[in-house]
């Protein structure tokens, strides 16, 4: 593995609005309204599925407001960020270079050193890693400007490995109860339709 781990990247407005979407949608009231508003649209179509047309008989008022809102707040928040992002978005150049100890930083208003225990909090995403350092710092790292699969590899071991580990155990957690808030919203639906009416 390398002894260091490169990343010089201009940031992006996809790569901004993706940010600041996940700091919106990873909220823990926004996770929970998502998880009924799923549930509720996982059982009107399993409900339909069932019954065919009549299904639509069953459904009360607030079913149908929380499929509207399900489906409309994702949405319109999305609208809003790309219209804020674009309001003042201006491309940066940014430099990082981790290593085992921690990690410096270049952009066009700070650079500094930040050691792997001082990261709080972090996330890795299909398409970059955030780091969250202190009360209002967040670095960016998009995984295409990583050289390849091998430092990829390198800059996750150092992340998971020396990270504080209640920000490690802070990120499995909130991974698992995620998938458990998914899976009982799941099983919430299918039990409703199995035990509803035919």
């Not at 960020?81 to 003042?88: F, N, P, S, Y």
Request: proline content about 4%; overall charge positive; aromatic content about 12%.
């Amino acid at each position: 593995m390398a002894a260091t781990v490169k990343a010089e990247f201009e940031t992006t407005e996809k790569e901004i609005v993706a940010l600041n979407m996940r700091h919106f949608y990873a909220s823990p009231g926004f996770v929970f309204f998502m998880l009924v508003c799923g549930s509720n649209l996982l059982y009107m179509l399993l409900a339909a599925l069932k019954e065919g047309g009549e299904a639509a008989d069953h459904f009360h008022f607030i079913q149908w407001l929380l499929l509207a809102f399900g489906l409309f707040i994702p949405g319109s928040s999305y609208l809003r960020a790309v219209q804020a992002v674009k309001r003042r978005f201006s491309a940066e150049k940014r430099a990082y270079v981790f290593d085992e100890k921690g990690f410096s930083f270049v952009t066009p208003s700070a650079k500094g050193q930040v050691d792997w225990p001082d990261v709080r909090r972090f996330a890795i995403t299909r398409r970059m890693i955030i780091l969250y350092v202190g009360q209002k710092g967040v670095s960016l790292i998009p995984l295409r400007s990583l050289s390849g699969p091998d430092d990829l590899a390198q800059l996750k071991q150092w992340i998971w490995q020396k990270v504080d580990p209640q920000a490690v155990r802070r990120a499995a957690r909130n991974r698992m109860l995620l998938y458990t808030g998914i899976a009982a919203a799941a099983i919430v639906a299918v039990v409703l339709v199995w035990k509803g009416p035919s």
